[in-house]
């Protein structure tokens, strides 16, 4: 069925969207980019406030409400209006005789000007005979001046359509004081604000598609043929007083179960490829810095240690040189005492809490590849092969430097991190290619950092049922420190 997929043409095939791991994808993005989110929303307020502002013109509105009264059979006598067809030709003849040109044409002569500077509108309660007029302009004088001269003139104008008439004030105009269309600060903040928070979520929305990371091992299946052998979900730490900082190690107690049994199934996958081999020497390594790996080759050697096996785990790193400071032993010995002029004794220590064995310091060294490549380091190797069930090198990223290559050449086994949504699928790919003409297998290759949810190797398959803390509890063997006398000259195999 995998041939037969892949002989299918890219372009016949659909890339599914896993809305799930997008909007996963699109929160990473948000926390990575938050302040490009902050930084529009911020944008989007002040411009849209600016632009309110900039196309701002002030409005003045007064409005006169009245009702209507007729003058009954040419008598001189005016009463209220009550007929209802009579009120509905007043509701659409008052409209129509505003917009009259007598009308217009005897308001502006009331006026004294040549051009009306506003506007003049009437509505009128259906079935009734009131009326509301309004008038509307960029100056109060002018509105109000309007208004008044349009209620003086109106009896006249409607004369030969509703006779003779008469209005009864209910609520007489007034100067306007303000403008109705004052800009609301809060409002133009909030509209702006929202504005460019959409444009953000869709700038992280099309940075979220077009990222080809990986992200789930059918995104790596379009790269490498290799295994997924655990998905290690992401951990938090919650804030606690009093209390520093908790290592990401499967001793810790802050540590959440889902990741210690992902890392428990992970050791137990391994040792069982490294039998297949009859191997004991696995290198640990990435595609850049920041995936995790010497994290996880420090936990790997912890659960190995946990079963009862002599682990050690040394340090390739040596231009970072960080596993001695996650264990709290910087002291001791490292690769670089293997070669020099000065021959030392190499020393192995227990690694702190860890129950393994450590050969590694916070020395570093700009360019340490002939350290590496040096006949000693493989002799050495050699000889803790028979004094270790198995030995974890924990090496620089394979995409980066040519130390993990180097370092290859004496491994059984590779083991690959690759953190989530991370590192570009090219140069993953890149990272596996530096490490093929090595001779060392890789294994396959770990998810780290992985969403606890989507994560298959969680608690669901690899949980407390099967691996739990029945079988493999967190009993450590007391191991001391141990000298073997190998000096960079000297072999006593």
């Given at each position: 069925?995998?041939k037969?997929?892949r002989?299918?043409?890219a ?5 599914e ?9 699109l ?10 989110v902050l ?7 002040a411009?849209?406030y600016g632009?309110q502002?900039?196309r701002?013109?002030p409005?003045y509105?007064?409005?006169a409400?009245?009702t209507v009264t ?5 008598s001189g006598?005016?009463?209220f209006y009550?007929d209802s067809?009579m ?5 659409r ?5 505003l917009?009259s ?12 000007r040549?051009?009306?500077?506003g506007?003049i ?6 079935e009734s ?14 509105t109000y001046?309007i208004?008044q001269?349009?209620?003086e ?10 006779g003779?008439?008469?209005?009864n ?5 007034e100067m ?8 609301s ?16 979520l869709?700038i ?12 789930n091992p059918?995104?790596?299946?379009k790269i490498?043929s ?9 951990v ?7 209390q520093g900082?908790?290592?990401?190690a499967?001793w ?5 179960g ?5 890392i428990?199934a ?6 069982k490829e490294?039998?297949?081999l009859e191997g004991?020497?696995?290198l640990v390594?990435?595609t850049?810095s920041?995936?995790g ?6 936990n790997?050697?912890?659960v ?8 050690l785990l ?17 002291k ?8 020099g002029?000065v ?8 690694a702190g809490?860890g ?5 590694g310091n916070g020395?570093?060294l ?7 490549s040096?006949?000693?380091?493989g002799?050495?190797l ?9 030995i ?9 430097f040519?130390d993990?290559?180097?370092?290859a ?13 991370y ?10 290619s530096?490490l093929?003409g090595s001779g060392?297998p ?8 992985y969403p606890?949810a989507s994560?298959?190797?969680g608690?669901?398959r690899?949980?407390?049922?099967r691996?739990?803390y029945?079988?493999?509890?967190y ?6 420190y ?6 960079a000259g000297?072999d006593?195999?």
């Amino acid at each position: 069925m995998e041939k037969e997929r892949r002989n299918i043409p890219a372009e016949m095939e659909e890339e599914e969207i896993d809305l799930g791991l997008l909007l996963i994808t699109l929160w990473r993005s948000f926390r990575r980019f938050w302040w490009l989110v902050l930084l529009l929303a911020a944008l989007g307020a002040a411009g849209f406030y600016g632009f309110q502002r900039f196309r701002y013109t002030p409005m003045y509105r007064s409005s006169a409400t009245f009702t209507v009264t007729t003058e009954e059979g040419g008598s001189g006598t005016y009463s209220f209006y009550y007929d209802s067809t009579m009120a509905d030709q007043m509701s659409r003849t008052f409209p129509y005789i505003l917009d009259s040109s007598f009308f217009r044409s005897l308001l502006l002569e009331r006026l004294g000007r040549d051009s009306l500077n506003g506007s003049i509108t009437a509505e009128t309660i259906e079935e009734s005979n009131v009326v509301t007029m309004t008038a509307e302009s960029r100056s109060p004088e002018d509105t109000y001046a309007i208004l008044q001269g349009a209620l003086e003139i109106y009896p006249e104008a409607a004369r030969f359509v509703l006779g003779e008439i008469s209005f009864n004030y209910l609520d007489p105009a007034e100067m306007p004081e303000a403008p109705y269309n004052q800009i609301s600060l809060k409002r133009g903040l909030v509209l702006g604000g929202c504005g460019g928070l959409l444009v953000a979520l869709v700038i992280l929305g099309l940075i979220s598609l077009a990222r080809k990371t990986a992200r789930n091992p059918e995104e790596m299946q379009k790269i490498t043929s290799l295994r997924c052998l655990a998905s290690i979900p992401h951990v938090t730490f919650k804030a606690r007083k009093k209390q520093g900082k908790s290592s990401l190690a499967v001793w810790e107690k802050r540590v959440q179960g889902g990741y210690k049994e992902s890392i428990r199934a992970l050791g137990i996958r391994v040792e069982k490829e490294l039998k297949k081999l009859e191997g004991k020497i696995l290198l640990v390594t990435s595609t850049v810095s920041g995936e995790g790996k010497s994290t996880l080759a420090m936990n790997l050697a912890a659960v190995l240690g946990e079963q009862g096996k002599k682990v050690l785990l040394v340090d390739g790193d040596l231009r970072k040189a960080a596993d001695a400071g996650l264990l709290g032993a910087e002291k001791g010995s490292s690769l670089l005492d293997l070669t020099g002029e000065v021959q030392k004794t190499i020393e192995i220590r227990k690694a702190g809490r860890g129950p393994f064995w450590l050969l590694g310091n916070g020395e570093t060294l700009q360019q340490p590849a002939p350290v590496l490549s040096s006949p000693w380091v493989g002799k050495f190797l050699k000889k803790m092969r028979q004094k270790m069930d198995y030995i974890i090198l924990d090496t620089p990223p394979a995409g980066m430097f040519q130390d993990a290559a180097i370092l290859a050449e004496e491994a059984d086994g590779i083991l690959y991190a690759v953190k989530y949504d991370y590192v570009p699928q090219q140069r993953i790919l890149e990272g596996f290619s530096s490490l093929g003409g090595s001779g060392a297998p890789i294994l396959g290759y770990v998810f780290n950092d992985y969403p606890e949810a989507s994560s298959e190797y969680g608690y669901g398959r690899y949980g407390y049922g099967r691996y739990g803390y029945g079988r493999y509890g967190y009993g450590y063997r007391k191991y001391g420190y141990e000298k073997y006398g190998e000096k960079a000259g000297e072999d006593r195999s």
